[in-house]
């Protein structure tokens, strides 16, 4: 049985991957047509409580749908580029490095604090920037790049 390729997210308007969504391809393609559903239908009714109006409900609907389909699915292949280190987050079980493209400061990935340590101690970092060919990698349910060498 052929191994299923993973697909990464990749941000329409800026080409960033990011750390985390709670959502993969084939369930954002289910919650779009939910939520297409949904506002075909609104009305008091289907409503949830808590949302004081319908016009409150399908502004929450499309800022969710908005979120969705920002994003197009991709297979993880190498790519070039300049990459400098801006700094780090802690989620609920990792720490990460943030980076963002030199040539692109809107475009931002995520290292992994045990890939980070690789590329620190293998590599030549100038000025907290480092070239090279990099790919999209999954560890549990986050996001992120690693660092694959000069060349490739």
Do not use: C
């Not at 030199?102 to 480092?130: P, Q, R």
């Amino acid at each position: 049985m052929a191994k299923k390729s993973i697909l990464f997210p990749v941000d329409k308007f800026n080409g960033s991957i990011p750390h985390y969504l709670n959502f993969d391809k084939e369930n954002g393609e289910y919650k779009i047509e939910q939520i297409q559903n949904e506002l075909d239908s609104i009305n008091n009714k289907s409503r949830p409580s808590y949302y004081a109006t319908d016009d409150q409900w399908r502004d929450h609907l499309l800022s969710m749908l908005r979120e969705i389909t920002r994003y197009e699915w991709k297979e993880a292949n190498p790519f070039l580029t300049t990459l400098k280190i801006v700094g780090y987050s802690k989620g609920r079980s990792a720490a990460n490095f943030d980076l963002e493209a030199v040539n692109n400061k809107s475009t931002t990935y995520t290292v992994f604090m045990v890939d980070i340590i690789d590329l620190i101690t293998k590599n030549t970092l100038v000025n907290g920037e480092i070239t090279g060919y990099w790919l999209p990698i999954k560890r549990g349910a986050n996001y992120g790049i690693k660092f694959l060498g000069k060349t490739i």
